[in-house]
């Protein structure tokens, strides 16, 4: 089982899950898509993953404008309403029998290209929806005994050329980030911006505690994070100070405590980064509060 924030449970009801392919249903087996798709050829596309707790899309307003404001960005005019993708949504989990501890993936391309290319004016079909939904828990461990960072030599691009907050297909540097943690014997890797501050992490948000206060970056060079906004908000809510702010890695490796946000883990602590243990290295209680918060944050999304 690979540790990390994305750390799941295995379920053998995934091997079975139907996938929703443009309006229709496949076995996971079958499930394809041309290899002249954009987003396979050159990564042009665009997605968001939510929770499914009791059947409800938790915090799914929040990810469509996400998904809308993403392809806007990139010029893909999305040819379906937020309704219809909710809907078509509610189909996957229903053929599926989905109600709870599950994660969805939608997936938009630009569609077909005539001949490989990153011209968008060779692409001869609509843009491509894809949705996968399936049965994940998340694993106790990454939770309960925390996971390791390593700060990789790659960094958080600058908003002129690939914005941070652009949730596309184009992750490559993420996974080159990931792959220098792992080869260090790290979980994740933390990742700085241009200038030499503390950013964001591969696929979650970073977040450190010092003195009770809760910093986290500017928000300049990071992932749009919906988990990392709503902590700020239980932060707000509850009188908890919340900076967003540059800092480097002479704060980092002082902290109290240190953690990630995301969509599947919400918040994991972190216990080592580049082989410094963080505070005690175990989970915190500024991070045991703020998980308790934001869990009340998802039981709203629920009544």
Not at 84 to 103: A, P, Q, S, Y
Not at 212 to 237: A, D, F, L, Q
Not at 269 to 293: H, Q, Y
């Amino acid at each position: 089982m690979v540790k990390g924030t994305h750390q799941a449970i295995d379920d053998v009801r995934n091997e079975t899950v139907k996938i929703f392919i443009n309006g229709e249903f496949h076995d996971r087996r079958e499930a394809k898509i041309s290899v002249f798709d954009s987003g396979y050829l050159v990564g042009d596309g665009v997605w968001e993953a939510f929770r499914v707790h009791q059947g409800k899309l938790i915090f799914i307003d929040q990810h469509l404008d996400r998904l809308w404001q993403s392809a806007k960005v990139i010029g893909i005019d999305i040819p379906f309403s937020k309704e219809e993708l909710i809907n078509n949504v509610h189909r996957t989990l229903k053929i599926n029998g989905m109600k709870n501890d599950v994660h969805v993936r939608a997936m938009l391309t630009r569609g077909i290209k005539k001949t490989p290319s990153q011209d968008p004016r060779l692409t001869v079909s609509g843009p491509n929806l894809v949705i996968i939904a399936e049965f994940k828990a998340a694993a106790e461990e990454s939770k309960t005994q925390g996971i390791s960072l390593f700060t990789s030599t790659i960094r958080r691009g600058a908003p002129d050329y690939l914005d941070p907050r652009l949730n596309c297909h184009s992750k490559l540097h993420e996974v080159q980030a990931l792959i220098q943690a792992i080869e260090a014997g790290a979980d994740e890797a933390l990742m700085l911006d241009v200038n030499g501050f503390v950013a964001t992490c591969n696929a979650t948000n970073f977040f450190m505690v010092k003195g009770g206060e809760v910093w986290t970056s500017t928000g300049e060079y990071c992932m749009n994070g919906i988990t990392r906004g709503n902590v700020i908000k239980v932060c707000s809510r509850n009188g908890i100070r919340c900076f967003q702010k540059n800092f480097s890695l002479f704060d980092v490796y002082g902290a109290d405590e240190a953690f990630v946000t995301g969509t599947f883990g919400g918040l994991t602590p972190v216990v080592k980064i580049d082989g410094k243990s963080i505070g005690n290295g175990a989970c915190g209680p500024v991070t045991t509060n703020l998980r308790k918060l934001y869990e009340g944050l998802v039981a709203e999304q629920l009544k």
